[in-house]
């Protein structure tokens, strides 16, 4: 009797993972496919697919709010998805560093052929990361991508703010009473705005400015030149939190180390 070949029929190793690994990266990847809720529960790590389906009944998830007790119940990307009152995710969370180079946009059309930051990010991750704040295309400098609503959320509270540094050049030189009178506080659409520091850049001329602040308000560093009759020649954000520019040439982007987020979550 002949036997047979090892590898008639034989499935390659691992292809079943493999398989369900892609759904998994082609849901994340199209925000609008639909997930089964038991599935996301499990592919956030909270517990295994079995154990998601008895909190579920047991009315332990809400979708968007409301109560969902079904078992196939369907969600997508967009949905907030609470499990025992915290929000999860059925994505690992990522946190990446980006040096925005000049004429790339924050958001953007597509049918305008704009380069996003987005655009950048698709090089180096699938994850369905967005922009902590914005930058306008014309401005360079540090900004934060990352997946985790919470911590995207709480670095973009208008009222607390985030500590960021940014480079200023003018197309004139900037007046010292002028200088003053940003450093007491400057009213810009009603609102009184201060700023940390500002100060000339040393051994420069007093075109470049060295620029403080936490609000997180659109545009604000332009509005307040803008204010006093100055036009930015360029605006570089140089330090976001605690992280800076360090190794990071132009247009490329870095993952956070570990300790890197956990700071930034204490901010």
């Known amino acids: 009797m002949q036997k047979k070949s090892s590898n008639s029929k034989q499935k390659p190793k691992g292809n079943k993972k493999n398989l369900k690994q892609a759904k998994v990266d082609q849901q994340i990847k199209d925000p609008n496919a639909g997930m ?86 698709a090089r180096v991750t699938k994850a369905a990361v967005k922009p902590v704040g914005t930058l306008e295309s014309s401005a360079l400098g540090l900004i934060l991508l990352t997946n985790d609503g919470t911590l995207a959320k709480k670095l973009s509270n208008l009222k607390s703010g985030i500590h960021q540094l940014y480079d200023v050049e003018l197309k004139k030189p900037l007046d010292y009473v002028h200088l003053n009178q940003i450093k007491d506080g400057i009213i810009i659409e009603g609102h009184k705005v201060y700023v940390d520091d500002i100060s000339y850049v040393e051994n420069k001329s007093k075109h470049n400015i060295g620029l403080e602040l936490k609000s997180q308000r659109p545009k604000i560093v332009q509005k307040i030149f803008k204010k006093l009759g100055y036009e930015i020649l360029k605006l570089d954000r140089v330090m976001y939190g605690n992280l800076t520019k360090r190794d990071l040439p132009r247009g490329r982007m870095r993952e956070l180390k570990k300790q890197e987020v956990i700071n930034l979550g204490m901010l």
């Open 36 to 121: 089964r809720l038991n599935k996301y529960i499990a592919n956030s790590g909270v517990c295994s697919r079995r154990d998601a389906d008895i909190y579920i009944k047991s009315g332990n998830v809400t979708v968007n709010g409301e109560v969902v007790t079904e078992m196939g119940h369907k969600v997508k990307l967009q949905d907030e998805v609470k499990f025992d009152g915290r929000r999860i995710n059925p994505e690992p969370k990522v946190y990446y560093l980006l040096n925005k180079p000049k004429g790339v946009y924050c958001t953007g059309s597509y049918k305008n052929n704009n380069t996003t930051v987005l655009d950048m990010a």
